[in-house]
């Protein structure tokens, strides 16, 4: 069973970072893709970034190409996504998930997720 647990979320000052980390197991083949969503108060969930497991390849959400990036240590399976230049509208709940036939930032195609980490972009 595949299991996906976020950490590194918390609260921030905007223009300030943070570094999630997403600690994957139970893998029986490797997903397509491994990406971060976030879903807001009173919003549907959103694609921050993705990346592709076989070659690396990533994808962003404009709302974040130049501020957030996204790595993988398959050694130890772990994805993070580097967040910088922080804003208030980045204030949500940051969820990891796999997908297992898709690479992209499309939710419904990703069928396995974390907990969930809250990032609070607030002074």
């Known amino acids: 069973q595949v299991q996906l647990v976020e950490s590194g979320g918390g609260l921030v000052q905007p223009g300030g970072s943070l570094r999630l980390s997403c600690a994957a197991s139970?893998?029986?083949?490797?997903?397509?893709?491994i990406g971060w969503f976030r879903q807001a108060p009173g919003k549907l969930h959103e694609g921050v970034s993705a990346?592709?497991?076989?070659?690396?390849?990533?994808a962003y959400a404009d709302s974040v190409k130049g501020r957030f990036t996204i790595s993988r240590d398959n050694a130890k399976n772990m994805v993070y996504l580097q967040m910088n230049s922080l804003k208030p509208a980045d204030t949500a709940v940051y969820y990891c998930?796999?997908?297992?036939?898709?690479?992209?930032?499309?939710?419904?195609?990703?069928?396995?997720w974390g907990q969930g980490t809250q990032v609070t972009v607030s002074s």
């Open positions: 139970g893998f029986t083949l490797d997903p397509v893709a």
């Open positions: 990346i592709r497991v076989s070659d690396g390849n990533t």
């Open positions: 998930a796999t997908s297992n036939a898709y690479f992209g930032l499309q939710v419904q195609y990703f069928g396995s």
